[in-house]
């Protein structure tokens, strides 16, 4: 059975780490509205995309 011959010290299991934390999502302005959104994706308050209407708001 492999068993660790010494204790992993707290700076070497912070550095295997390092790459595990959480990343904010990305976020544009639509061009039309101003409001933020996803990157590449339908404006869910005016409903644009790419500068065409994609979607009807209801308002």
Do not use: F, W
């Not at 492999?2 to 010290?9: D, F, I, L, N």
């Not at 039309?32 to 869910?44: D, L, S, W």
Request: one cysteine or more; a positive charge.
């Amino acid at each position: 059975m492999a068993v660790p011959k010494k204790k992993t010290s707290k700076t070497r299991r912070n550095k295997r780490r390092s790459h595990d934390a959480l990343a904010l999502p990305a976020v544009a302005i639509c061009g039309k509205c101003g409001e933020p959104k996803r990157p590449h994706h339908v404006c869910e308050k005016c409903g644009t995309y790419n500068g065409k209407q994609i979607l009807a708001i209801k308002e």
